[in-house]
């Protein structure tokens, strides 16, 4: 179904939000605009984040000052070896006054769900995720619950502390738009932080900047940006040639071109264009794919990561002939 490419007031408006909502951030998580414009990204792709970093780099941190600056519900999830699924997606309880079951959801019922520590939840507590993640529903007791729109869960997971975690299965992993690694800060942002952390949390001066319902029009609109054939075959092309590397064992999924293509849209919508280039697609690919892939014994011995073959990748094959996308046309939904 075709339908018309976002206008400019609307266009307009949406970068408006989301360089209020980008500032926001960055009061509190200083030195990361690149991180920070990403994590914006998949929030209007409408996709979920893996933040995977050693502890104290600030992963928390950046998941709760995204939600601090939207006005809507937050659900907090601290994921420990003994966590239920009943514990996120919520259970039903007898009420004796009217003999009836109530069903009282779980934290996964939020606009945007902050899972701490993923890792450390056994199989059957992840597993309660995956159908929240892809269909943004909920099934307790029989019965199918429909979960807010927006939709976000940004979880984190330390790679380095590895007792008592349960590594995320390939499906979980796929069901994740993006990973990111938050990093070491530089000098001078690590000197801003002390600064702006000595007397007090900024965490605590942060304001809603927007709201759940514009932020869901703001998901609508930047999936009708035009995206060029030639866009497309680029897309299908990066992701194809993981599945035939010979450094890899697993290559990435269909699900994997429809999120990056996606989270292209988010990141050009940003940038106030109408359409997507090649170096949209080239600024997401690492973030988008590395981390559904599975690197080969060889390629492990030699030291060669996930990232650094999506790296090779995207040298290798060559850009669309013609990518810009005509005032004129439509773009496909």
Do not use: W
Request: glycine share 6%.
């Amino acid at each position: 179904m075709l339908q018309a490419v976002p206008t400019t007031s609307e266009l307009t408006e949406l970068v408006e939000t989301t360089d209020q909502i980008r500032a926001g951030i960055e009061t509190v998580v200083t030195g990361r605009s690149e991180i920070v414009g990403i994590t914006v990204a998949v929030l209007l792709a409408e996709g979920h984040l893996l933040l995977e970093d050693v502890p104290g780099v600030g992963k928390t941190t950046l998941a709760k000052a995204l939600a601090r600056t939207i006005a809507c519900s937050v659900g907090r999830i601290q994921f420990t070896p003994d966590l239920l699924p009943s514990d996120l997606t919520g259970v039903n309880i007898y009420r004796s006054q009217t003999h009836e079951f109530e069903f009282r959801p779980g934290p996964l019922f939020a606009h945007i769900v902050i899972g701490d520590e993923i890792n450390r939840a056994s199989p059957k507590t992840q597993s309660a995720l995956l159908e929240c993640m892809q269909e943004t529903q909920a099934t307790v007791d029989g019965k199918t619950y429909a979960l807010p729109r927006p939709f976000l869960v940004i979880a984190t997971q330390n790679p380095v502390e590895m007792e008592g975690t349960y590594p995320l299965p390939e499906a979980q992993r796929d069901r994740f738009m993006a990973r990111l690694t938050v990093g070491y800060p530089s000098l001078d942002a690590e000197l801003d932080m002390l600064d702006l952390q000595e007397t007090a949390d900024p965490l605590g001066a942060l304001r809603p900047v927007t709201d759940a319902a514009q932020v869901a029009q703001h998901v609508a609109t930047a999936r009708r940006l035009y995206a060029a054939p030639g866009v497309k075959r680029y897309v299908v092309d990066l992701v194809t040639a993981t599945r035939g590397d010979t450094g890899l064992r697993l290559g990435a999924s269909p699900r994997a071109s429809i999120q990056l293509l996606r989270a292209a849209k988010a990141l050009a919508a940003m940038s106030g264009r109408d359409h997507v280039l090649p170096d949209d697609v080239q600024r997401l690919a690492e973030p988008v794919l590395a981390h559904r892939l599975i690197a080969s014994t060889e390629a492990r011995l030699s030291g060669r990561s996930t990232s650094d073959i999506v790296q090779d990748i995207v040298a290798r094959i060559p850009l669309p002939s013609s990518s810009a996308a005509p005032r004129e046309r439509r773009a496909t939904g």
